[in-house]
Structure formats: structure tokens, C-alpha cells
């Protein structure tokens, strides 16, 4: 394939040097990544961009039936609302992580021609499929508290959903930026990071509420925390413990940074690799 298939314009621009120049210039190559990434999803398409609304409507509109009508489910959620209003605040959050992970592993290899003959961070490929995935997200939970709004009210809490989506990516990346380097030398990864996710699915808090014998084990898993934030923001339940949220701060903090310095210190060998 042709490299300018593959390479947005401002790639080839020679690279400028200075801190505050590279960092300008990743910035604005980050943001065209970006672009690149979200139009080419709805290339040939003729809806186009107008997929980014109907997507999460459809959804919704899809487990709405099937948890109202054909399966309703009953009981006391969190924020005591439906079930289908918890699902979807834990469900929005997980299809962004899993689509996140899952496009940051192969990242590096499926941009190989960039990595080979460019001169850029081969970090900002990482983090393109991540942002792109939250964008999807964040359409999806405005148009959710939209809903929310009209039926039951602004959730008081609203304010605390961008907190949640910045510790969320941050989270993504950190775990990426480890997926990607290793996918590189072991490309099995694939197939047992897609085993992973279908296991970590039913061991969050997404379908149900964590409960007896069991919760210690949804305790160490820090998307415990991450979706009771989203739930608080979005249905108005109780925040997470304080220990709880520590745990999620210090998981990311840590995540980010043995990965950043796994990815630095295998960054030479990518390129003769993919």
C-alpha cells in the first residue's frame, strides 16, 4: 500500500525541534490521526457522521426492548432507577474500553509504514483508537443523560462525568501502550486479549451488582470503582468508598506509568519488528 494512503499531510511536514515545538507539533499530528481515524469509519457510507447518533439510539433502543418486554427485569438499582438505566451506564463505558484496548494493541502493527519511515511517537498511535472510541462514547452518554434529563431529572452528580471519562482514557492508554509493545514480539496477544475482555466483561459490574461471597473478588478490579463513578454521574447512586477510588487512582497512576516506560525502553526494536 502507498504511504500517503496511510499518512495524514501533516506527517510530512519536516520535524521542527525544541520542547515547545514538538509538543505543538504532536498535538496538531494527534489531532489529525484523530480525524483521519473518526471520518475513515464512515467512508463510503451514506449516512455518514450521522452513524455517530443513530449507533447509540439503536442500542438503546435495542436493550430498552429486550429488558422492558421480553426479559424485564425487576429489583433496586443503584440510583433507584430501572435495570435497563444501570446497564446502560455500565455498558456505554465498556463497549469504549473494549473497542479502545482491542485497536491500541494492533495499533503500531497496522501503521507499520508510519512507524517505519516517519520520524514521530509511535505513542500517539496508541492513543488515536482510544480517543476515537470515546468520542463514540461521549455521544452516546449525552444523548443517555438527555434521556435521563427529561425522564427523571438532571442527576446532581452530572458534573462528575468528565472526571470519569478522563480517568477512563487515561486508563486505556496506560494498558494500550503495554498491549501494543507486546503484540509487536507476540502476536498470539490477539486472541487471548479477546478471551481476557469476554472474562473481565462478567467480572465487572456491568450486567449486575456485585453481591456476597463474590464482591471481594469485583474489589480488586478497578473498573469496579470506574463505573460506580459513571453511575453516580449519571443515575445519582452513592460515589464509591474513598479506598475504592485510591485503588482506581493508584491503578492508573501505575498503569501508565510501567507502561510508558515498557513501551520507551522496546521503542527502538518496533521498527525492525513490524
Given at each position: 500500500?502507498?504511504?500517503?494512503?496511510?499518512?495524514?499531510?501533516?506527517?510530512?511536514?519536516?520535524?521542527?525541534?525544541?520542547?515547545?515545538?514538538?509538543?505543538?507539533?504532536?498535538?496538531?499530528?494527534?489531532?489529525?490521526?484523530?480525524?483521519?481515524d473518526f471520518v475513515g469509519r464512515f467512508t463510503a457510507s451514506a449516512l455518514g457522521v450521522f452513524w455517530v447518533v443513530?449507533?447509540?439510539?439503536?442500542?438503546?433502543?435495542?436493550?430498552?426492548?429486550?429488558?422492558?418486554?421480553?426479559?424485564?427485569?425487576?429489583?433496586?438499582?443503584?440510583?433507584?432507577?430501572?435495570?435497563?438505566?444501570?446497564?446502560?451506564?455500565?455498558?456505554?463505558?465498556?463497549?469504549?474500553?473494549?473497542?479502545?484496548?482491542?485497536?491500541?494493541?494492533?495499533?503500531?502493527?497496522?501503521?507499520?509504514?508510519?512507524?517505519?519511515?516517519?520520524?514521530?511517537?509511535?505513542?500517539?498511535?496508541?492513543?488515536?483508537?482510544?480517543?476515537?472510541?470515546?468520542?463514540?462514547?461521549?455521544?452516546?452518554?449525552?444523548?443517555?443523560?438527555?434521556?435521563?434529563?427529561?425522564?427523571?431529572?438532571?442527576?446532581?452528580?452530572?458534573?462528575?462525568?468528565?472526571?470519569?471519562?478522563?480517568?477512563?482514557?487515561?486508563?486505556?492508554?496506560?494498558?494500550?501502550?503495554?498491549?501494543?509493545?507486546?503484540?509487536?514480539?507476540?502476536?498470539?496477544?490477539?486472541?487471548?486479549?479477546?478471551?481476557v475482555l469476554s472474562v473481565l466483561f462478567y467480572l465487572s459490574p456491568i450486567l449486575y451488582q456485585p453481591a456476597g461471597?463474590?464482591?471481594?473478588?469485583?474489589?480488586?478490579?478497578?473498573?469496579?470503582?470506574?463505573?460506580?463513578?459513571?453511575?453516580?454521574?449519571?443515575?445519582?447512586?452513592?460515589?464509591?468508598?474513598?479506598?475504592?477510588?485510591?485503588?482506581?487512582?493508584?491503578?492508573?497512576?501505575?498503569?501508565?506509568?510501567?507502561?510508558?516506560?515498557?513501551?520507551?525502553?522496546?521503542?527502538?526494536?518496533?521498527?525492525?519488528?513490524?
Open positions: 500500500m502507498a504511504l500517503d494512503n496511510n499518512v495524514p499531510p501533516v506527517c510530512k511536514r519536516p520535524s521542527v525541534q525544541g520542547p515547545g515545538f514538538t509538543i505543538t507539533a504532536d498535538l496538531h499530528l494527534l489531532r489529525e490521526l484523530i480525524k483521519r443513530l449507533q447509540p439510539a439503536i442500542l438503546v433502543g435495542v436493550y430498552w426492548f429486550v429488558f422492558t418486554f421480553m426479559i424485564p427485569m425487576r429489583g433496586i438499582f443503584p440510583g433507584g432507577g430501572s435495570y435497563i438505566s444501570f446497564l446502560l451506564s455500565g455498558l456505554l463505558p465498556w463497549m469504549a474500553i473494549n473497542e479502545g484496548l482491542m485497536r491500541g494493541m494492533t495499533s503500531i502493527v497496522e501503521n507499520a509504514p508510519m512507524v517505519r519511515r516517519l520520524p514521530l511517537r509511535s505513542e500517539l498511535l496508541v492513543v488515536v483508537p482510544n480517543v476515537s472510541a470515546m468520542l463514540f462514547e461521549t455521544v452516546a452518554l449525552i444523548l443517555y443523560m438527555v434521556v435521563i434529563a427529561m425522564t427523571r431529572g438532571m442527576p446532581a452528580m452530572a458534573w462528575l462525568l468528565p472526571f470519569a471519562l478522563a480517568l477512563q482514557l487515561s486508563l486505556q492508554i496506560g494498558v494500550s501502550l503495554m498491549l501494543a509493545a507486546t503484540y509487536v514480539f507476540f502476536r498470539d496477544l490477539a486472541q487471548i486479549l479477546g478471551f461471597r463474590f464482591a471481594k473478588l469485583f474489589a480488586w478490579n478497578p473498573l469496579t470503582p470506574l463505573l460506580g463513578l459513571f453511575r453516580s454521574a449519571l443515575l445519582g447512586s452513592p460515589l464509591p468508598d474513598v479506598p475504592s477510588i485510591v485503588f482506581l487512582l493508584a491503578a492508573t497512576a501505575a498503569a501508565g506509568i510501567a507502561s510508558l516506560l515498557f513501551f520507551r525502553r522496546v521503542q527502538p526494536d518496533l521498527v525492525d519488528l513490524v
